[in-house]
């Protein structure tokens, strides 16, 4: 079958991952198109010109139009689905989870992995290195804030899978690649992480 959808991303990324499982989940065919980032390749004039201004993946393409942003992406894919609640205020909840996702979360345990597992601590620049300790905390805090709001229910909003767990799941459950987070101490996080795998679709980050 011929993909509707083209993914522009590097594969290892979890903000692109999240946009794999979505379709994964959903049964939705996507083509794939990589850009290396450690080289570059989005910041080309011709990328920025035709695929991101901002520069970065990943990018959904939907025919003629490029949709940036993971969370957009996996929304526009998902609408009128189950991993959307039909409920008005679980709807919105879900969007609350993404955008903590985006604020508090990836840009702490995302970024110390691509940082320590990507680049290499020996490359980081010195603004980088005076990050790392702040980002460990910060980290650590929403693991901690996953694994008490998950003390009591399976998923983050209702009691199926949603968008809230996908963009969640894409960096939680690579965090100990980088940064030294130790997913044994969130056992509610490793709970809700095997149910995640346990969904009929679910594919793995290296599929
Ligand atoms: N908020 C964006 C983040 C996008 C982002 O930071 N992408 C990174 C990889 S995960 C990137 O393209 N980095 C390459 C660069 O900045 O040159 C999203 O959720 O899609």
């Keep these: ?4 959808y083209i993914l522009h991303e590097y594969a290892q990324s979890g903000n692109c991952y999240k946009i794999r499982l979505t379709a994964a989940l959903l049964g939705v065919p996507i083509e794939r198109r990589e850009y290396d980032i450690l080289k570059g ?7 920025l010109a035709e695929v991101n201004a901002n520069g970065r993946i990943p990018v959904l393409q939907a025919g003629d139009r490029f949709l940036p942003e993971s969370n957009a992406a996996c929304f526009y894919l998902a609408d009128g689905s189950p991993l959307i609640p039909a409920d008005r205020f679980d ?6 989870w993404m955008f903590w996702e985006q604020y508090n979360h990836e840009p702490n345990v995302a970024t110390l992995r691509f940082w320590l597992a990507f680049v290499g601590e020996a490359n980081l620049s010195d603004l980088q290195r005076a990050q790392l300790p702040g980002k460990k905390a910060a980290g650590d805090a929403a693991l901690k804030l996953m694994d008490d709001h998950l003390a009591v229910r399976p998923y983050f909003v209702g009691s199926s899978v949603t968008l809230a767990d996908v963009a969640l799941y894409a960096y939680t459950h690579v965090a100990e690649e980088g940064g030294g987070f130790d997913l044994g101490d ?11 795998e346990a969904t009929p679709g679910y594919s793995s980050i290296l599929a």
């Design 91 to 96: 709807r919105a909840d879900m969007l609350r």
């Design 41 to 47: 390749e989005t910041r080309t004039p011709e990328f």
């Design 186 to 196: 969130h056992p509610n996080v490793q709970a809700w992480l095997a149910r995640v």
């Design 1 to 4: 079958m011929t993909a509707r």
